[in-house]
């Protein structure tokens, strides 16, 4: 086995994982909700009519640019998996395909940072005009209130590692 197979196999161990880790998880009132990719896709694409309060989509989807920075993440994280999934199987040697892989997953979790870090401070803003997330004795601290509330998981961190060894597996040709 040569560097670029193994690295191809690392990508892979962090990458398919991060399917089902959760991205971002939301604490309110003692009750947790975890959004992984497939969760959060599964959401997009059945645009569930459901009367969930903590179904993330809906919850981010007044905020339109933080919405279709989700939704472009989404796209483009599992666009990519498709294509490098695809092309490990069929054993295409086209090592560009990796290094571009890798660069679109990456751009996938920066447009899903954007997405959740608007979506925060829009909330926090629309919350201070009105009075507060909950009432005038919290007023100002919007922002702290809400970073408490939606917190980072660690998938989205998996995808980075596992975009980092595609990439590298880029610069390493088999021979």
Known sequence: ????????????????????????????????????????????????????????????????LSSILLISSMTLYFGSLLVLIDSTINGKKQNKIYLILGLLLILSVIFYALSIEIYKSEFSNVANKTGGIIGEEFKGKENLIINNIIKEGYGYKLTIIGSVFLILSYFWKEN
């Open 1 to 64: 086995m040569n560097s670029h197979q193994i690295l191809l196999i690392l990508a892979l161990g962090f990458l398919i994982p991060s399917l089902i880790i959760p991205w971002v998880d939301i604490d309110f009132i003692g009750e947790s909700h975890s959004y992984t990719p497939l969760k959060i896709s599964k959401s997009i694409l059945i645009n569930d009519k459901s009367d969930s309060v903590f179904d993330l989509v809906k919850i981010i989807r007044p905020y339109k």
